[in-house]
């Protein structure tokens, strides 16, 4: 008997730790989708934003590229020959026109002065004769106009030579920029050529060599190129090429704006040429563009890459709204329009041109009208990855419960001491 009452003691046993058992899983469950539910942001629209309509200028342009180039570039030389006595210019430096650039010795120049006055003493001492010796014959009268053709000659390169002298002094021609410096102290240029530095160099090593030796030699070389170059500063052009799809939109006189990552500000400027001859060499067709730059040009420099827009079409006072605020349905085009008490009313509208992040209204709404709109926003990772949260979260009935928490008809499942009877 007393072992009877102990099987029935055992059995409601079992049933007290299946039911046990099932809801402290079924409570821990519940607590790590809370948890794991609770440490998840919420995936929240993003607050409406509004923005009012406004009028503002569209413009539609035509993109190319293009390079900054001066329009004037000098390549200054000395027109004597000489000895180059001193240089005042470097590399780097600015210049205004006429300013000095270098200086040669006057000995060349003063032997041709004065080479050229003798020569002009004596034609005019033969035409003095001459005109002494006139006595109205054919001969005379031929000695005399060769006697003054030559003073005529005499007499102008006496004057050439006059004004040569300032030859020694070699003197900017343009404003700009100096970009190379070919002389130095002690270099021979030949007339309209420049020496080289660097057989100036050579020369001065030459005698430090020879010096040990109780002899001093010096050489100048001289060659062809320019003493000092400079760059203009004062005008500038862009020569870029438009494709054939867009020339038709681009003709002289119409407004350019140029940017560059290497400039600071916006370089403007207009069309000055356009090309009829297209040029087929990069595999498409492109006509070739001018452009002239405008304004002021102090921070340009020669080789900068900008970007060009040429603006063949600009209209100012057009009524826009940011791009994002326009709905389009089946061709159809609305807002969100708030109204004054707060309400929003889907508004149709007529829609034109888009420049930028905003486009034209041509009816349906009116300056100062506020729209309202979600502003556009890349779609982020959170709601799909609670979603895949979620969709893990086991279910009551994986834990082995079924119905609303209870046990499963039929008694404890198998495996159970005491079940699957």
Same mark, same amino acid.
């Given at each position: ?6 099987? !029935?003691? !055992?059995?409601?046993?079992? !049933? ?12 821990? #469950? ?6 794991? !539910? ?40 000395? @027109? ?55 006595? #109205? ?137 356009? *090309? ?62 708030? #109204?004054? @008490? ?40 959170? *709601? ?18 079924? %119905? ?10 198998? *495996?159970?001491? %005491?079940?699957?009877?």
């Amino acid at each position: 008997m007393a072992q009877r009452t102990r099987k !029935r003691l !055992r059995r409601p046993s079992w !049933r007290v730790l299946i039911i046990v058992t099932a809801f402290v899983l079924i409570a821990g #469950g519940g607590t790590a989708f809370a948890i794991t !539910r609770g440490n998840q942001p919420e995936s929240a629209e993003p607050a409406a934003t509004t923005a009012t309509a406004s009028l503002a200028t569209i413009e539609r342009t035509v993109s190319a590229s293009g390079t900054l180039t001066p329009t004037a570039t000098a390549d200054e030389a000395f @027109d004597a020959s000489g000895t180059v006595e001193a240089v005042y210019v470097a590399e780097g430096d600015t210049v205004t026109e006429g300013q000095k650039l270098a200086k040669i010795d006057d000995l060349s120049l003063t032997k041709a002065l004065l080479e050229a006055k003798v020569s002009y003493l004596s034609a005019k001492a033969d035409y003095d004769e001459a005109t002494s010796d006139a006595d #109205g014959s054919d001969l005379s009268d031929v000695r005399l106009s060769a006697a003054k053709a030559a003073l005529k000659v005499a007499k102008q390169s006496y004057r050439d030579a006059k004004e040569a002298m300032s030859d020694q002094t070699l003197r900017a021609s343009i404003a700009g920029l100096v970009t190379s410096v070919g002389i130095e102290v002690g270099d021979v240029t030949s007339g309209t050529s420049s020496a080289s530095s660097a057989g100036g160099e050579t020369a001065g090593a030459s005698a430090a060599g020879n010096s040990g030796m109780g002899a001093t030699t010096t050489t100048a070389a001289t060659t062809s190129s320019a003493a000092v170059t400079i760059v203009g500063t004062a005008t500038w052009q862009v020569s870029t090429t438009v494709a054939a799809s867009d020339i038709d939109n681009v003709s002289a006189g119409l407004q350019v704006e140029m940017t560059s990552d290497d400039l600071t500000d916006t370089v403007y400027g207009i069309v000055s040429a356009v *090309g009829k001859l297209p040029d087929t060499s990069s595999g498409t067709i492109v006509y070739p563009v001018t452009i002239d730059v405008t304004g002021d040009t102090s921070a340009l420099f020669d080789g900068v890459s900008v970007d060009v827009s040429i603006i063949y079409e600009r209209r100012t006072n057009v009524l826009t709204v940011p791009s994002a605020a326009v709905t389009t349905t089946d061709g159809a085009a609305t807002v969100e329009l708030v #109204g004054t @008490d707060g309400t929003v009313t889907t508004t149709t509208v007529e829609v034109g041109q888009t420049s930028g992040d905003q486009t034209e209204i041509t009816s349906g709404i009116s300056e100062g009208d506020t729209v309202q709109y979600q502003p556009f926003q890349a779609m982020g990772g959170s *709601g799909s990855g609670d979603s895949e949260r979620n969709s893990q979260m086991p279910e009551f009935g994986d834990f082995g419960v079924g %119905g609303q928490g209870g046990p499963p008809s039929g008694g404890a499942p198998g *495996g159970f001491p %005491g079940g699957g009877q």
